[in-house]
């Protein structure tokens, strides 16, 4: 039976015809092995992943090896991406058995859904034999597989809560930037060896704490590296060595949206012109290669093609001459590191740009035709399924970078995504995780998917001034408040109603992604600032407390808390701007207040009139003050004004570009000073 062709995950759909019997995660599965007695094999992965593939075609693909798992086991096939809560705990286990993880994770459990033997990837003739030694032990020594199982679960639902302190202070983070710098590679950037992964969240930090040595050099790395693609935009999944030169090719939207923003905000603290060819480059590669059809973005870009990785983006030597000529060529491959021996394998190289090129028409040219040369090339596979957390990191990432580069297009692109979440993602207040083709998928939306979209709709009210994005962004992050919450001032990252698994998953570390719970203190830290809401300011506090227990040892781990904290010893800023719609010195001091380097500021535009002062007048609806932080703010005459504030109390209005400039501080965009 091919129980996964209606899915929407496209990772379960590449597996539909494979001659394993697999199950999609559900009661019928587990229903299914208690009535046949037999465990469960749970296979986790996703679409992009490289060894998922090649367990694949070696495992699910053979006859013989789905014989076994058919006749001893029931399968079930899991997105990872989809059930982030299911690969949670399974991983949890996982690690705490072989010390390791990864994808493809394969679990062995209990009918109950209870893990008694875990793994990751494992070769056709070892998984074979695997098969057969567990379905032995099964049906030979039941008692102490069932013991095993009962073990794993109580040791990993032994309260193992980070323990918590006060919101950090200007030591902690002191502490903190201290331990980056004991891991720091000088040499070559980034934070320890190989393999590199791109250190977004604490870079965000770094930047809105003033260490530019350490976030600056990393950012430049990266970017002249071969992680980066050279030719059309956007960074690989992370680097197999030390010195950025060959990536893992899987480009995932989670890394080009946090990354997307971290460049834009580089350049606003003086990153220069490499900071903002990576920021446009990036925002054009998301609107060309991920966007869908509904104006949402795919999840990510295969590692493969035509099975081979990393083949759609290696060049030799002869290639680029046959591209470009032998002139150019030559000049070519000196430019992007192209050899003979290659960077990569069989004499390929991946192309890097350690140097600005001295003629940069040519540059241009040549990156043209070569770029036009590569889409005639096999592509790789696409993930076209939409994740409403990777989506709420794009919206704030390309309306942030449209508005610093006046670029209405990406925030075109924002609000069409927002657009999309709103109507396709929500269902009677409460979010799913994912959509595909504009159909929602049916898995409940964990606490990521609130925080990263509440976080996205602030940032987009913020270049917008359109409350309806703010409103939502408060509905999303009252459930979180209301479903979530620990109750010692932490969140679980699944809701208090979602399916049970045999453990609540919650971690407040940050992985590839903010972790769901310093996402959710800044979306409520900004949430807050906005309407003056004790309650959402409070939460975020008190959730940034298990910052103070990683600061000191262990930083990476939390960046996006650490940024958040920082965001909350300054303030955050708060900046109202107001005047009308259509009046450019309006649309001047609004941009202007966007290009603050204020740790998280935050903007709210309204147009000075009696709809944003609150007056009481019976023809005003009370809701069209919304937010609070417009509530008295006017005009000054007849001038478009701006407002600076700390926690609601403003200094004198200013009515022009440099008086904003100088009340918050900044030097002029861009500038390296």
């Known amino acids: 039976m091919n129980r996964l062709k209606d899915a929407t995950s496209p990772y379960l759909l590449q597996h539909a015809d494979n001659p394993v019997d697999w199950h999609p995660w559900g009661e019928e599965a587990f229903a299914e092995a208690r009535r046949r007695d037999v465990p469960l094999l749970i296979s986790v992965g996703y679409s992009a992943c490289h060894w998922c593939h090649v367990m694949a075609h070696e495992s699910?693909?053979?006859?013989?090896?789905?014989?076994?798992?058919?006749?001893?086991?029931?399968?079930?096939?899991?997105?990872?991406?989809?059930?982030?809560?299911?690969?949670?705990?399974?991983?949890?286990?996982?690690?705490?058995?072989?010390?390791?993880?990864?994808?493809?994770?394969?679990?062995f459990a209990?009918?109950?859904?209870?893990?008694?033997?875990?793994?990751?990837?494992?070769?056709?003739?070892?998984?074979?034999?695997?098969?057969?030694?567990?379905?032995?032990?099964?049906?030979?020594?039941?008692?102490?597989?069932?013991?095993?199982?009962?073990?794993?679960?109580?040791?990993?639902?032994?309260?193992?809560?980070?323990?918590?302190?006060?919101?950090?202070?200007?030591?902690?983070?002191?502490?903190?930037?201290?331990?980056?710098?004991?891991?720091?590679?000088?040499?070559?950037?980034?934070?320890?060896?190989?393999?590199?992964?791109?250190?977004?969240?604490?870079?965000?930090?770094?930047?809105?704490?003033?260490?530019?040595?350490?976030?600056?050099?990393?950012?430049?790395?990266?970017?002249?590296?071969?992680?980066?693609?050279?030719?059309?935009?956007?960074?690989?999944?992370?680097?197999?060595?030390?010195?950025?030169?060959?990536?893992?090719?899987?480009?995932?939207?989670?890394?080009?949206?946090?990354?997307?923003?971290?460049?834009?905000?580089?350049?606003?603290?003086?990153?220069?012109?490499?900071?903002?060819?990576?920021?446009?480059?990036?925002?054009?590669?998301?609107?060309?290669?991920?966007?869908?059809?509904?104006?949402?973005?795919?999840?990510?870009?295969?590692?493969?093609?035509?099975?081979?990785?990393?083949?759609?983006?290696?060049?030799?030597?002869?290639?680029?001459?046959?591209?470009?000529?032998?002139?150019?060529?030559?000049?070519?491959?000196?430019?992007?590191?192209?050899?003979p021996a290659g960077t990569f394998e069989h004499g390929a190289s991946v192309l890097q740009l350690l140097r600005d090129p001295e003629d940069p028409a040519r540059y241009a040219n040549v990156r043209e035709r070569l770029l036009t040369a590569r889409e005639r090339r096999v592509r790789p596979g696409r993930d076209d399924k939409v994740v409403a957390s990777w989506n709420g990191l794009a919206i704030a990432a390309l309306a942030e970078t449209g508005v610093v580069f006046e670029r209405p297009d990406l925030v075109a692109a924002a609000t069409q995504a927002a657009e999309l979440l709103a109507g396709t993602h929500l269902d009677g207040g409460r979010l799913l995780r994912t959509s595909r083709d504009g159909r929602a998928g049916t898995n409940a939306g964990v606490l990521e998917d609130y925080a990263d979209l509440a976080e996205g709709l602030i940032a987009l009210y913020g270049v917008t001034g359109e409350a309806r994005w703010?409103?939502?962004?408060?509905?999303?992050?009252?459930?979180?408040?209301?479903?979530?919450?620990?109750?010692?001032?932490?969140?679980?990252?699944?809701?208090?109603?979602?399916?049970?698994?045999?453990?609540?998953?919650?971690?407040?570390?940050?992985?590839?992604?903010?972790?769901?719970?310093?996402?959710?203190?800044?979306?409520?830290?900004?949430?807050?600032?906005?309407?003056?809401?004790?309650?959402?300011?409070?939460?975020?506090?008190?959730?940034?407390?298990?910052?103070?227990?990683?600061?000191?040892?262990?930083a990476r781990f939390a960046g996006w808390g650490l940024a958040v904290a920082r965001a909350a010893l300054s303030g955050p800023v708060e900046v109202a701007v107001v005047g009308p719609a259509g009046d450019p010195r309006t649309a001047a001091l609004h941009r202007e207040a966007l290009l603050a380097d204020a740790p998280g500021l935050v903007v709210a535009l309204g147009r000075g009139d009696t709809a944003d002062r609150g007056t009481g007048d019976p023809l005003v609806p009370r809701e069209s003050a919304f937010p609070a932080l417009l509530e008295g703010r006017g005009l000054v005459g007849e001038a478009p004004a701006a407002y600076v504030c700390r926690g609601f109390t403003c200094r004198m209005p200013v009515t022009t570009v440099e008086e904003l400039r100088a009340e918050l501080g900044s030097n002029p965009p861009g500038d390296g000073s």
């Open 470 to 554: 703010l409103r939502q962004a408060g509905s999303l992050l009252d459930t979180v408040l209301d479903r979530f919450s620990d109750g010692s001032g932490g969140f679980y990252d699944t809701a208090d109603d979602a399916e049970r698994l045999f453990q609540r998953p919650q971690d407040p570390t940050d992985n590839a992604t903010p972790s769901g719970q310093y996402a959710a203190a800044g979306a409520l830290l900004s949430y807050g600032a906005l309407t003056g809401s004790m309650r959402h300011r409070d939460a975020a506090h008190a959730a940034l407390g298990t910052v103070s227990v990683l600061a000191a040892g262990h």
């Open 60 to 107: 699910f693909e053979d006859a013989a090896t789905a014989r076994l798992m058919n006749e001893h086991f029931v399968n079930i096939k899991v997105d990872r991406e989809e059930r982030p809560d299911v690969d949670a705990v399974y991983m949890g286990a996982t690690q705490a058995m072989t010390h390791q993880g990864g994808w493809p994770m394969t679990v």
């Open 110 to 339: 209990t009918p109950e859904g209870h893990p008694f033997y875990c793994g990751t990837y494992f070769p056709r003739p070892h998984f074979q034999r695997l098969l057969t030694e567990v379905h032995n032990v099964w049906t030979g020594d039941r008692e102490s597989v069932l013991k095993q199982g009962a073990k794993v679960v109580e040791a990993l639902n032994t309260n193992t809560t980070l323990p918590s302190g006060p919101l950090p202070g200007e030591e902690t983070l002191r502490q903190a930037v201290h331990n980056l710098r004991e891991s720091f590679d000088a040499a070559s950037g980034g934070f320890g060896g190989a393999p590199k992964f791109p250190p977004s969240m604490v870079l965000e930090f770094l930047l809105r704490s003033g260490e530019r040595e350490m976030s600056g050099a990393t950012l430049a790395a990266m970017a002249r590296g071969g992680m980066y693609d050279q030719l059309g935009g956007g960074f690989a999944r992370y680097s197999v060595d030390a010195r950025w030169v060959v990536p893992h090719f899987e480009k995932m939207l989670y890394d080009n949206a946090l990354l997307l923003r971290v460049y834009t905000h580089w350049w606003k603290a003086g990153g220069g012109d490499l900071a903002r060819r990576v920021a446009l480059e990036t925002a054009g590669w998301l609107l060309r290669e991920m966007r869908t059809p509904e104006g949402g973005f795919a999840s990510a870009l295969d590692a493969d093609s035509e099975g081979v990785e990393g083949k759609f983006y290696v060049w030799t030597p002869g290639e680029l001459c046959e591209v470009l000529g032998d002139d150019d060529g030559r000049w070519a491959a000196g430019l992007f590191e192209v050899t």
